[in-house]
């Protein structure tokens, strides 16, 4: 049998196609109009799985969209692996931002991916870092390399939360009993720097509504006389953080993690170009917390985001109104130590507390989940450092991304393993944005790293 890279030079255009396959079914979890679609991808990623030759392929049922599991156990006396990943993908909109249509894949060049990168959401987020699992599994399996157990969770709520896989974890522990977990559904510095993603942030997500009159108003008749909920819930917002873009919760910060003046000059290393990251946002100046970096601010710092607000009247033309209603969905993003369910707590308390008596406020908790830490003298961490290290010709960096996994540190409690964060994407991806794309040089350089993880994981674990 013929070693990775021919495996790959001899099979990517099926490769691309398969993904391709899977990037037409539009799976989007948050929006009801598409639950077939999203039942329809569990189906073909349990077919890739059979085919790719796992054993026990299964369909699970859950209260939401099913998890697709699959293993193959060689020996029960060596190390298992078990894979994680998401099959369901974030809305498309705007639609219109998009230069070729979400989910009808192409494969377009571009200055960061002159090989080629395909342009579809999921792409990169997470169908195309899942599947290189599915095929670099195929290649273990096709050339007898498989050098331990593996096991496949593929679930489907990812992006809404992962609120039914918290129960599937719960009541399923012996069956997902591993010794390492391995999941692609994070980033890289360039295709030139690997990274190995060592941190992710917890989350609190909420929605909070303002209600003024009990009925829209003419803005001339009561204008002046009654609160304005908009008016009103801008205050309130704009008062969440103060003149040096700290948060003003009360006891938000108590919690958190500070890193040393030391840790911090290690994370200072990484390669970052601040002029670069401007121009690539078309910027004219970044904004944050008084007395960090940016690469600190998006990473080992805590934040507070409006993610949407409406209310009134926002049609054509002009109408004369004073809102009955106005309502934002907010996000904060947290840091170690900080626990998702007291921070939203903390919220809702401080929320009610400043609204002006004139209006009422209610706050609905969505999802949430805490942030993860990992260290770098694990086997696992070693291993995928000496794996990147092979393909890229360089080692990897830790990196603390600022991105969530919420399911990461209920995996560590529940089935009590370290989780391996070997991402191949780029933040220049846009994953969640229009014009999602993942490079088939990631994409390719993925399939070929993974074999290399299950090789040294074994090999260190003797
Ligand atoms: N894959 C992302 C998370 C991610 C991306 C982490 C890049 C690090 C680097 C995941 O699909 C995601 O979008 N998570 C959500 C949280 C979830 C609870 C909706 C997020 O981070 O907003
Ligand atoms: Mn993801
Ligand atoms: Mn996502």
């Not at 099979?11 to 691309?16: A, D, H, L, V």
């Not at 993908?89 to 639609?95: F, G, I, L, W």
């Not at 070693?382 to 960096?397: D, L, S």
């Not at 794309?437 to 003797?462: A, D, M, Q, R, W």
């Amino acid at each position: 049998m013929e070693n990775i890279t021919n495996y790959i030079q001899q099979n990517k255009e099926r490769f691309i196609n398969e993904l391709i396959e899977l990037l037409k079914i539009p799976s989007v979890s948050a929006d009801s109009a598409y639950s077939q679609d999203v039942i329809d991808t569990s189906e073909a990623v349990k077919r890739s799985l059979e085919k790719a030759g796992c054993d026990n392929v299964e369909i699970c049922e859950t209260d939401g969209y099913p998890i697709v599991y699959a293993e193959k156990i060689i020996d029960p006396n060596l190390p298992t692996v078990l894979v994680y990943g998401h099959y369901d993908v974030q809305p498309p909109d705007p639609m219109e931002l998009w230069t070729s249509p979400p989910f009808e894949p192409v494969i377009k060049k571009t200055d960061i991916h002159p090989e080629g990168a395909i342009f579809a959401r999921g792409a990169c987020d997470d169908k195309g870092q899942m599947y290189m699992h599915v095929k670099a599994f195929e290649y273990m399996i096709q050339s007898k390399t498989l050098p331990c157990n593996v096991k496949f969770m593929i679930e489907g709520e990812e992006e809404v939360g992962s609120v039914n896989l918290k129960s599937f974890v719960e009541n399923n522990k012996e069956k997902l009993k591993n010794d390492v977990i391995l999941i692609s559904d994070t980033g890289m510095i360039s295709n030139q720097q690997p990274s190995i993603t060592t941190g992710l942030r917890g989350l609190s997500y909420v929605e909070v509504e303002i209600t003024g009159p009990n009925r829209d108003l003419h803005s001339g008749l009561y204008g002046g006389a009654v609160a304005n909920p908009i008016n009103i819930l801008s205050k309130m917002i704009a008062s969440l953080h103060d003149e040096n873009n700290r948060i003003t919760i009360p006891g938000f910060y108590d919690k958190v993690e500070e890193l040393s003046l030391k840790e911090r000059a290690e994370m200072a290393k990484a390669p970052f170009d601040i002029e670069e990251y401007k121009k690539a946002l078309d910027l004219k100046d970044v904004y944050g917390e008084e007395g960090y970096v940016t690469n600190e601010r998006n990473a080992i710092r805590p934040t507070l985001d409006v993610n949407g607000i409406w209310g009134g009247y926002t049609g054509q033309g002009a109408k004369t109104v004073i809102p009955s209603k106005a309502f934002a969905k907010i996000s904060m993003r947290l840091v170690p130590n900080q626990d998702w369910e007291e921070i939203t707590e903390l919220f809702t308390k401080h929320f009610i507390a400043i609204a002006p008596k004139a209006v009422t406020v209610k706050v609905t908790p969505h999802h949430g989940g805490q942030g993860y830490v990992t260290p770098i003298d694990s086997i696992g961490y070693k291993a995928a450092n000496m794996a990147y290290t092979e393909t890229f010709g360089i080692p990897a960096i830790p990196v603390r991304s600022g991105g969530s996994i919420p399911i990461v540190a209920l995996f560590e409690k529940e089935l009590k393993s370290k989780t391996i964060l070997m991402g191949f994407g780029l933040d220049s991806d846009a994953i969640h944005s229009p014009n999602e794309h993942f490079g088939i040089f990631n994409y390719l350089k993925g399939i070929e790293t993974i074999p290399l993880f299950y090789k040294y994981f074994v090999e260190l674990s003797k």
